[in-house]
């Protein structure tokens, strides 16, 4: 939890990042087994990764984006419901509709890699 912390508070872009509170507790957990493992494991690609949370039909949805993996995003709602679609296809009403894209958390080597 101290790695997204001094992420958050390091951060000296311009874009939005979901304040701690706003972030559901299953997604913290899994936070914190990342940063934990990025420790044990520095060369893992868990530090390319990043979670990013979107507003869709009132509610937020949260997906995880890593450039190194070959696996589609998944869209995850606040209450851990997940979407049986996959969160990048331009097909679906999702992505056509989500919003308001907001970092929820980054791995230390991310890049951003979304279009602006």
Not at 82 to 90: P, R, S
């Given at each position: 939890?101290?790695?997204l912390f001094f992420l958050f508070l390091?951060?000296?872009e311009?874009?939005?990042q979901?304040?701690?509170n706003e972030i559901p507790g299953w997604l913290k957990l899994i936070i914190d087994?990342?940063?934990q493992f990025y420790k044990d494991n520095p060369k893992s690609m868990v530090a390319y990764g990043c979670w990013v949370r979107y507003s869709w039909q009132?509610?937020?949805y949260?997906?995880?984006h890593n450039v190194l993996s070959s696996s589609s995003p998944r869209a995850i709602s606040y209450d851990r419901d997940?979407?049986?679609?996959?969160?990048?296809?331009?097909n679906t009403v999702y992505c056509k509709e989500k919003c308001c894209r907001a970092y929820v958390w980054k791995g230390p080597k991310f890049k951003d890699y979304f279009e602006n």
């Open positions: 939890m101290s790695l390091a951060s000296c311009k874009e939005y979901v304040p701690p087994q990342d940063e009132n509610d937020y949260f997906e995880y997940t979407l049986k679609i996959w969160a990048n296809d331009i």
